[in-house]
């Protein structure tokens, strides 16, 4: 089973609905992230938690909320979705502490489309 | 000019050559560097990371960092078809949470 799911792994949605994108992740990391991606913009963070008590906003968090549910779960909704929301979106996780510099381990990705 | 800088390529290698795929940043606080492979539609991969200037080898992969010139490089030995997809380069600034990826080169082998 892979380490890090997302739901859905497709997702249409018409403008001004509430959407939800969700996160699992069985790699017993405390830190999670959200990013979008999209042609010739990159990556770009939207949101990270380093707890369930601990969430933070990135780069362009305008727009989405997001729910950490568990240590095992971040949710990433979308309160009144627009067209320029459309994009590939991943969830990541990542070891607090260690050796390892922090490696981002991704999700599948979800392609969200809003109409 | 952006924090990190790809060369959108596309690159073309010939099957069985060494790819060598360019990194440079701006941030003179950035710490640790990472190398992801991303396949078409498909999620990024981490393949390595290096934080120490000098070399990093694993398998047929070797990181090169330069900090005083502010460059990060990839080298794949003996291409293979399967290495065709696009490689993201980033960075993240010590005390900073946040990674900064490049918009990646794509990667072409040519059997």
């Known amino acids: 089973d892979a380490d890090v799911t997302q739901t859905p792994r497709n997702r249409i949605t018409k403008t001004g609905k509430r959407i939800m994108l969700e996160c699992s992740q069985t790699k017993g990391h405390d830190r999670m992230y959200w990013y979008r991606q999209d042609p010739g913009l990159g990556l770009r963070l939207i949101y990270y938690s380093f707890d369930v008590k601990d969430i933070n906003k990135g780069e362009i968090s305008d727009g989405y909320s997001v729910s950490r549910q568990a240590q095992a779960k971040f949710s990433l909704s979308l309160e009144s979705a627009i067209p320029n929301q459309t994009a590939l979106y991943f969830c990541?996780?990542?070891?607090?502490?260690?050796?390892?510099?922090?490696?981002?381990?991704f999700g599948p990705g979800t392609r969200l489309t809003v109409t | 000019q952006k924090e990190v800088e790809q060369n959108s390529g596309p690159l073309s290698v010939p099957e069985g050559a060494i790819a060598s795929l360019n990194c440079t940043y701006s941030d003179r606080g950035s710490q640790s560097f990472f190398w992801y492979r991303q396949y078409s539609g498909k999620s990024p991969e981490l393949i390595m990371s290096i934080y120490s200037n000098g070399d990093k080898e694993d398998g047929r992969f070797t990181a090169q960092l330069n900090k005083a010139s502010q460059y990060v490089s990839l080298l794949i030995r003996d291409s293979q078809p399967s290495d065709s997809a696009t490689y993201l380069c980033?960075?993240?600034?010590?005390?900073?949470?946040?990674?900064?990826f490049g918009t990646g080169t794509r990667l072409t082998i040519i059997p």
């Open positions: 990541a996780t990542s070891e607090g502490t260690g050796v390892v510099p922090y490696e981002q381990y």
């Open positions: 980033a960075t993240r600034t010590s005390g900073n949470e946040k990674l900064t």
